[in-house]
């Protein structure tokens, strides 16, 4: 069965700083997709980028980028120039179309602070 | 466009009561989520529904059913509630093609069984 694993349960960056959380995946499959969602205390999910595995080229989406290591397993999301409306839990999940559902991780929650 | 609309917000449920919650996915999107979010198992996968037909399940006891109208809106539907269903239920749409474009979701039910 696939898992996602978040190690870090809460983190916290600076406003202006980068910060980078971490997401590790277990998998069979060699086609499959990642992404991290944002949920604030409004509970709704957002997609903050998505990653298919396919590809080499990392994704970025504005100030959010991740760092895709497919051998290792590893998707991490990288904030930069971090802003206070940033804090919120973040989850990394997993798609495949086998399994036609999203995995997600435990959640690390970001604290953003001046 | 609108987005994936979940009624009620709220619901607090007496222990032995059934309960239904409502969602609407965004237009044209033909396929719709359930999860079930608690403090203690994260986010697990309840069903999916594409064009009416149950299309993935997930491991919940058979109190949890859902369905799917020719509109696309979905209902999931808890039969005798036990104190332990209290959660955030969540509903995402996607078109249902491909997950290229990822899930996007609700706000979601925060429902109390008491």
């Known amino acids: 069965a696939q898992t996602v694993t978040q190690s870090q349960p809460e983190m916290s960056v600076q406003e202006a700083e980068t910060v980078t959380l971490s997401c590790t995946y277990d998998t069979s499959e060699s086609d499959y997709y990642l992404f991290w969602y944002k949920q604030p205390p409004s509970r709704q999910m957002i997609l903050v980028i998505r990653q298919e595995a396919y590809k080499q080229q990392n994704a970025t989406e504005n100030r959010f980028s991740v760092n895709f290591q497919k051998a290792a397993k590893s998707f991490s999301l990288k904030i930069s120039d971090s802003q206070l409306g940033d804090a919120a839990m973040y989850f990394c999940?997993?798609?495949?179309?086998?399994?036609?559902?999203?995995?997600f991780g435990t959640g690390t929650r970001l604290q953003v602070t001046l | 466009k609108a987005g994936v609309t979940q009624t009620p917000r709220y619901l607090i449920k007496t222990r032995g009561q059934q309960v239904t919650l409502s969602c609407s996915p965004i237009s044209g999107h033909r396929s719709v989520s359930w999860y079930q979010q608690t403090p203690g198992q994260g986010l697990q996968f309840l069903f999916e529904?594409?064009?009416?037909?149950?299309?993935n399940k997930g491991n919940f006891p058979g109190r949890f059913s859902g369905r799917q109208f020719s509109n696309s809106r979905s209902e999931m539907n808890v039969s005798t509630l036990e104190l332990g269903d209290s959660a955030l239920y969540l509903c995402?749409?996607?078109?249902?093609?491909?997950?290229?474009?990822?899930?996007?979701f609700g706000s979601g039910t925060r429902l109390t069984v008491v």
């Open positions: 995402a749409s996607s078109l249902g093609q491909s997950v290229d474009y990822g899930y996007t």
């Open positions: 529904y594409f064009s009416e037909t149950q299309r």
């Open positions: 999940a997993y798609y495949t179309g086998t399994a036609s559902k999203l995995t």
